[in-house]
């Protein structure tokens, strides 16, 4: 049996589903008098809410309730959805010396994916992007070190921002595709990116980077790539973290098979090669963890994924395992230095903490005072581990939103073309989650007894876990991404007042998202040279049978 012979057997049997007697979903729990498709549960039985109204997102899984987990559900979401201040105690304190954001709706709107933007400004509600910034040097794409990952543009008490967000400029430019932005019945589209400029004035830190094995090389500012990436939706993440490692190692590995044979146009042998992975997520438990969440796949379980990390590096709230701040040692020794932030530097400290606790904060030295306080490893413990773990379990246990009208004709038509065409060998439709033991890399708070679970539940994301190339104009950063999942986005408009999609929100709408798959050199390539070929009504119907799941 050749390889794409042997793909498509497996997409045909993720495709299939259980054809019972059709039915038009409704609004609530699933009515007892019908009969729906397994499809319709896109979160399993544990994981999906039948809601499809402007709080689709927000909801709590079966999972969360059987388990009573509705109180710390409800006080995790409490932790999400509130603006953090610069008190040093009472609710929601610690917020600063530097942050990327005050809270997480701001990067997440009404829990979705964020929203396009014209200018970058972190107060702007829906502001999901995030600034890449790295050297162009050695052809290696690797960040600046003298910034943080996520870089800062808020700053509070006496500090200054690493970088004047006043000063970013976005502009989005028209794209013209090979084929003019039509297809050949005469229908056409439009297509936009992103370009980012940002001065070299606008920066408060040197601009270092470690090149060809050199760290803290200066680099010039012309050598400065600036990007945006945009946060995506966070419901159904528990489930995604349920699937079992070895069944996402053996998509990777058959996939690596189609890529020997000539099916896929890129691979990333530095991650996976002869059926194995070479690199791992490595936590402090000493275990080594599946890469599977972000674009990059750079982390492993929930538990110390995007979500956990974000509670502390976006906002620099301390907790009992981070009792640090998100920064760099360029920006504290710049600060240390800059007599402004000095003459302010007392009156900040003395409200952040006391003699008794850091006099190392405290000593006749401003210089040192200031140093020490922005690299301190023994700050004051800001969000306790009851708080976190609260929010873990809001975290884990947000629902998918069941898949609307599925077994509609044109929606059934729009997925046997889907497959047809090939979407389905990346947007994989199906996965079975396996026990579901929580993991916890941090090896202190989130297990089995504390966490909602989703033990062999078949989930429908449409992705197969694994990173691609598109190879669009001003791509993403190193060009990888991983597969996004689909599942739920139908509803973003009606959820956030948004339909936009891919890793920089430059597509307004499916159609567009599904023509930015379309360069050359691109893994999609041959399915958007079919997707063309197709009849306007076959087209329509594959956008709404995405827009249904």
Same mark, same amino acid.
């Given at each position: 049996?050749?390889?794409?012979?042997?793909?498509?057997?497996?997409?045909?049997?993720?495709?299939?589903?259980?054809?019972?007697?059709?039915?038009?979903?409704?609004?609530?729990?699933?009515?007892?008098?019908?009969?729906?498709?397994?499809?319709?549960?896109?979160?399993?039985?544990?994981?999906?809410?039948?809601?499809?109204?402007?709080? $689709? &997102?927000?909801? +709590?899984?079966? %999972?969360?309730? =059987? /388990?009573?987990?509705?109180?710390?559900?409800?006080?995790?979401?409490?932790?999400?959805?509130?603006?953090?201040?610069?008190?040093?105690?009472?609710?929601?304190?610690?917020?600063?010396?530097?942050?990327?954001?005050?809270?997480?709706?701001?990067?997440?709107?009404?829990?979705?994916?964020?929203?396009?933007?014209?200018?970058?400004?972190?107060?702007?509600?829906?502001?999901?992007?995030?600034?890449?910034?790295?050297?162009?040097?050695?052809?290696?794409?690797?960040?600046?070190?003298?910034?943080?990952?996520?870089?800062?543009?808020?700053?509070?008490?006496?500090?200054?921002?690493?970088?004047?967000?006043?000063?970013?400029?976005?502009?989005?430019?028209?794209?013209?595709?090979?084929?003019?932005?039509?297809?050949?019945?005469?229908?056409?589209?439009?297509?936009?990116?992103?370009?980012?400029?940002?001065?070299?004035? $606008? &920066?408060?830190? +040197?601009?270092? %980077?470690?090149? =060809? /094995?050199?760290?803290?090389?200066?680099?010039?500012?012309?050598?400065?790539?600036?990007?945006?990436?945009?946060?995506?939706?966070?419901?159904?993440?528990?489930?995604?973290?349920?699937?079992?490692?070895?069944?996402?190692?053996?998509?990777?590995?058959?996939?690596?098979?189609?890529?020997?044979?000539?099916?896929?146009?890129?691979?990333?042998?530095?991650?996976?090669?002869?059926?194995?992975?070479?690199?791992?997520?490595?936590?402090?438990?000493?275990?080594?963890?599946?890469?599977?969440?972000?674009?990059?796949?750079?982390?492993?379980?929930?538990?110390?994924?995007?979500?956990?990390?974000?509670?502390?590096?976006?906002?620099?709230?301390?907790?009992?395992?981070?009792?640090?701040?998100?920064?760099?040692?360029?920006?504290?020794?710049?600060?240390?230095?800059?007599?402004?932030?000095?003459?302010?530097?007392?009156?900040?400290?003395?409200?952040?903490?006391?003699?008794?606790? =850091?006099?190392?904060?405290?000593?006749?030295?401003?210089?040192?005072?200031?140093?020490?306080?922005?690299?301190?490893?023994?700050?004051?413990?800001?969000?306790?581990?009851?708080?976190?773990?609260?929010?873990?379990?809001?975290?884990?246990?947000?629902?998918?939103?069941?898949?609307?009208?599925?077994?509609?004709?044109?929606?059934?038509?729009?997925?046997?073309?889907?497959?047809?065409?090939?979407?389905?060998?990346?947007?994989?439709?199906?996965?079975?989650?396996?026990?579901?033991?929580?993991?916890?890399?941090?090896?202190?708070?989130?297990?089995?007894?504390?966490?909602?679970?989703?033990?062999?539940?078949?989930?429908?994301?449409?992705?197969?876990?694994?990173?691609?190339?598109?190879?669009?104009?001003?791509?993403?950063?190193?060009?990888?991404?991983?597969?996004?999942?689909?599942?739920?986005?139908?509803?973003?408009?009606?959820?956030?007042?948004?339909?936009?999609?891919?890793?920089?929100?430059?597509?307004?709408?499916?159609?567009?998202?599904?023509?930015?798959?379309?360069?050359?050199?691109?893994?999609?390539?041959?399915?958007?040279?079919?997707?063309?070929?197709?009849?306007?009504?076959?087209?329509?119907?594959?956008?709404?049978?995405?827009?249904?799941?």
């Amino acid at each position: 049996m050749n390889i794409k012979h042997y793909l498509s057997i497996v997409v045909a049997i993720a495709m299939v589903a259980c054809k019972e007697t059709p039915s038009v979903i409704e609004i609530g729990d699933p009515d007892p008098a019908k009969t729906y498709s397994e499809e319709y549960y896109s979160g399993g039985k544990l994981g999906t809410v039948f809601n499809a109204t402007a709080s $689709a &997102y927000e909801q +709590p899984s079966p %999972a969360v309730e =059987n /388990g009573g987990y509705s109180f710390d559900f409800q006080m995790g979401e409490y932790f999400f959805e509130k603006n953090y201040n610069t008190n040093s105690e009472g609710a929601f304190h610690g917020l600063g010396p530097l942050a990327v954001r005050e809270g997480c709706l701001y990067c997440h709107p009404a829990y979705g994916h964020g929203k396009r933007q014209d200018s970058y400004h972190g107060k702007t509600m829906g502001n999901g992007y995030l600034l890449v910034l790295y050297e162009k040097m050695d052809g290696q794409d690797s960040y600046l070190s003298s910034l943080t990952g996520m870089p800062q543009t808020l700053a509070y008490g006496p500090f200054k921002a690493p970088i004047d967000e006043d000063k970013i400029r976005i502009e989005w430019k028209d794209y013209t595709d090979e084929w003019g932005n039509r297809f050949s019945d005469g229908e056409t589209y439009s297509l936009i990116y992103p370009e980012v400029t940002i001065p070299e004035d $606008a &920066y408060y830190v +040197p601009l270092l %980077a470690t090149v =060809n /094995g050199e760290p803290n090389t200066v680099v010039p500012h012309d050598q400065v790539g600036v990007l945006l990436e945009s946060t995506i939706g966070i419901y159904g993440t528990g489930l995604i973290d349920a699937i079992p490692d070895d069944s996402i190692t053996a998509q990777w590995s058959a996939e690596e098979q189609a890529y020997n044979a000539g099916y896929l146009k890129h691979w990333k042998s530095a991650w996976f090669e002869g059926g194995a992975w070479k690199t791992f997520y490595s936590g402090l438990d000493g275990n080594k963890y599946v890469r599977r969440f972000t674009y990059a796949m750079s982390r492993g379980p929930v538990q110390d994924g995007a979500g956990a990390n974000a509670i502390w590096n976006i906002t620099n709230v301390t907790r009992p395992d981070r009792r640090y701040h998100y920064m760099t040692a360029a920006y504290a020794e710049k600060a240390s230095k800059d007599p402004e932030v000095q003459a302010g530097f007392a009156e900040w400290i003395n409200t952040q903490a006391n003699k008794t606790d =850091n006099p190392e904060f405290f000593t006749d030295d401003v210089e040192q005072n200031i140093y020490n306080y922005l690299m301190s490893k023994n700050l004051p413990v800001e969000m306790t581990e009851k708080q976190f773990t609260q929010l873990m379990v809001w975290h884990r246990g947000l629902a998918v939103p069941a898949a609307r009208n599925i077994d509609d004709a044109q929606i059934q038509h729009g997925k046997e073309l889907f497959s047809q065409i090939g979407c389905a060998r990346c947007h994989r439709p199906s996965w079975t989650t396996g026990a579901d033991d929580v993991h916890d890399p941090n090896n202190s708070l989130c297990n089995n007894s504390n966490m909602p679970r989703y033990p062999y539940q078949k989930i429908w994301p449409y992705t197969d876990m694994v990173q691609h190339k598109l190879c669009m104009v001003n791509d993403i950063r190193t060009g990888w991404c991983r597969t996004t999942p689909l599942w739920g986005r139908g509803l973003s408009k009606l959820v956030t007042g948004a339909e936009d999609r891919l890793h920089d929100c430059r597509a307004r709408n499916t159609l567009e998202a599904i023509m930015w798959h379309g360069s050359q050199e691109s893994d999609a390539r041959e399915s958007v040279e079919q997707f063309r070929q197709l009849s306007k009504e076959d087209r329509e119907a594959v956008i709404k049978f995405i827009d249904a799941i």
